[in-house]
């Protein structure tokens, strides 16, 4: 495992910390965007055999995934394909949608810079420019306190406060709450044993001082864009955010199908309906029991896809109690 620690972590002299920026993540790039539309949750029944397990974080166990589903603004960390925990998130904006497939996140680095990367919204902006290396004492930085790169210009970064959750807010990148954030790295750095001390990242928390661990191997990252989705028992209509036609009859009479649900019984007029209440930031939740009981309508309610909490400052959860031994 490579880790950027004193000598390489970004921490000290200005020079050091552009060489590292620059040679280890590489020089600003335009983002590029795939879509892969077809996967399924990493949530749906028909993957997890109708319940996710869960479990708490176990030390110095290192097979970690995480998975995003666009359209529920959700992201989960596994565990030895177990959930460890799922946080509330926002996207990109329809103009810059964020990837759809599969990436890996490569670092996790604390006080980052932000090099713009060369897309027409940073060509055409008067504060910043293409490849410009922008340090995190400096107020043009949008990172916040944390980012993870993902590759091909992505990342996972600070959101700027709950509005972001649930919401359509970034260049492609996906955002997340300070005191979430903060968690995941702290998860990240005990399941991997970085060798990186609970003072040092005390520090990098109170300052404005880079530290960075690298990430070797790399944690899978998936994105899927799935609209509709049967969640222990529960089918789950998310807004189809992107606009890509997705919430049709045809689909819900497919997924239905194929989550073993006849739905021969039910009207293309209901499932319009079931449909047409999955809209801007609501979802449309009923249980396949009441479905198969004909109740697909009155059975079902219309919620918020992210309840949003006030913002918690973060807890002074610094990993370590102990500093891993490598």
């Keep these: 495992m490579k880790i950027l620690s004193r000598k390489t972590t970004f921490i000290g002299k200005l020079s050091a910390i552009l060489l590292v920026l620059v040679g280890a993540f590489g020089v600003a790039s335009g983002q590029s965007y795939i879509q892969d539309m077809k996967r399924e949750s990493a949530r749906s029944d028909k993957l997890t055999g109708g319940a996710i397990e869960k479990t708490a974080l176990a030390d110095g166990e290192g097979n970690l995934k995480i998975t995003i589903n666009v359209p529920a603004f959700q992201m989960t960390l596994w565990q030895n394909g177990k959930e460890v925990k799922t946080y509330p998130i926002g996207v990109g904006l329809k103009e810059y949608p964020i990837y759809v497939g599969f990436l890996k996140a490569s670092a996790v680095i604390w006080n980052p810079s932000w090099i713009p990367p060369n897309s027409d919204w940073v060509i055409g902006s008067k504060k910043v420019k293409v490849g410009e290396i922008i340090l995190p004492t400096d107020a043009r930085n949008p990172l ?16 700027k406060g709950v509005t972001d959750l649930g919401s359509l807010v970034s260049h492609g990148c996906v955002r997340v ?17 970085l060798d990186l001390t609970p003072e040092q990242i005390a520090k990098a928390k109170k300052t404005k001082k880079t530290l960075a661990a690298e990430l070797e191997p790399v944690i899978p990252v998936e994105i899927t864009y799935d609209t509709m989705v049967v969640e222990a028992g529960r089918l789950h209509v998310y807004p189809d955010v992107y606009e890509h036609k997705k919430n049709t009859v045809e689909n819900l009479r497919a997924e239905l199908r194929s989550s073993g649900v006849d739905a021969t019984d039910l009207s293309d007029e209901t499932l319009k309906k079931m449909l047409a209440r999955a809209v801007s930031k609501k979802q449309f939740v009923v249980s396949v029991k009441n479905i198969k009981a004909g109740k697909a309508l009155l059975g079902g309610q219309t919620t918020a896809v992210i309840t949003r909490l006030p913002e918690r400052k973060p807890k002074n959860t610094t990993v370590g109690r102990r500093r891993a031994a490598r």
């Design 177 to 193: 709450l300070q005191a979430d954030l903060y968690d995941l790295a702290d998860k990240i750095v005990v399941a991997r044993e």
């Design 144 to 159: 916040g306190k944390m980012k993870i790169p993902l590759g091909s210009g992505y990342l996972i970064h600070q959101a």
